[in-house]
Every structure is written in C-alpha cells, then in structure tokens.
C-alpha cells in the first residue's frame, strides 16, 4: 500500500488551541471578574469538553453549546451569571476575540507541511469545530493555501472519532479507502 495522502487534525496538531486558550482565559478572565488559577482554567477545557460533545451529537446548536458552557462556568466560578443569551453571547465573544487573537500554528507546522508537499503528498485538515472558525484559524496563521482542503464536522454532519467521518472524507476528497 502507498501513501496516497495525509489527513491533519487542526486543533492540537497545526494550531496550538490550548496555548490560545489559555492565553484568552489569562485575559479575559480578569474581564468578568473571575481570577484565572490552573482549577479555574482547567475547569473551562472540562466544560468545553461535555458541552462540544453535546454539539457533536447533535443535542444542542454550536451557538447553544458556547452558551451552557459559559452558564456552567461562571456558576462555578461565582461569575456574573445572570441575563439572557445575548449577554452570555457578548461575554462569549469577548473570549473568543482574545483566543483568535492568541491564534498561532505549532513551529513545525509549516516545515511538516512543506516537506509533505515536496514530496508529492496531498494535505488536507479533518476538525470537528465549525466551518467558519476553522477556515478563519488557518487562514489567520498562515495554513489555509497549505493544507488543501477543509473538512469539518459541522460541514459533514459526522465527528471524529466515528470512523464514517474518515470514510466520508476519503470519498470526498477521492482518496482510495485505507484499512484501519
């Protein structure tokens, strides 16, 4: 068997998301009046965890998902909880404009993916976040000319780890099925 093509996750494999959302929290935690300790940090990846997986099984909208993970936390944390889904959607976007704004791709990045190319390799980059905000992440750290094409749970309706996900995306991108 040879070596058709490589598929590339985004979040934790080309970008460096805890890095960025650690960076964020260190902000905009002060922000809304919550002190951004390791408990309280390590707290928001926990319930960005339950609550994306909410998401991905289709239980509740990204949107919803932004909003029971921030309720959730600022319980927790004896944040302003109060007021309805717009307020909870503009503390969100406050958040949000810190982590795209600590945004940046691992160093090996763009050696890895170059090399690939060089080699004749095709690229492409599987994620489960949303369409928008991925394609927005590669562009801004240099990676969407790079990586090929952008493959999303959301776009798809399949998430990883369910291996229709990687079937799916090697019929699209017309990659002959490997076994795994």
Not at 28 to 52: D, N, Y
Not at 77 to 105: I, M, N
Request: net charge positive; hydrophobic share 40%; proline share 6%.
């Amino acid at each position: 068997m040879t070596v058709q093509a490589v598929l590339f996750d985004l979040d934790g494999t080309l970008l460096d998301h805890e890095s960025a959302v650690t960076a964020a929290l260190l902000r905009w935690l002060p922000e809304i009046g919550v002190e951004p300790t390791a408990p309280t940090r390590t707290l928001w990846f926990t319930l960005q965890e339950r609550h994306l997986a909410d998401w991905r099984a289709g239980r509740v909208t990204f949107q919803q998902q932004r909003r029971h993970r921030l309720r959730d936390f600022l319980r927790a944390t004896g944040g302003p909880v109060g007021g309805d889904d717009d307020r909870l959607d503009a503390l969100f976007s406050a958040f949000l404009r810190w982590y795209a704004q600590s945004w940046a791709p691992y160093p090996d990045a763009v050696p890895a993916l170059d090399a690939l190319q060089r080699s004749g390799l095709r690229t492409a980059v599987l994620t489960n976040g949303s369409q928008s905000q991925q394609t927005d992440k590669l562009a801004r750290i240099g990676l969407l000319d790079r990586v090929g094409p952008v493959y999303t749970g959301e776009a798809l309706g399949l998430f990883k780890p369910d291996p229709a996900v990687f079937a799916e995306v090697c019929r699209r991108w017309g990659c002959r099925r490997a076994r795994w």
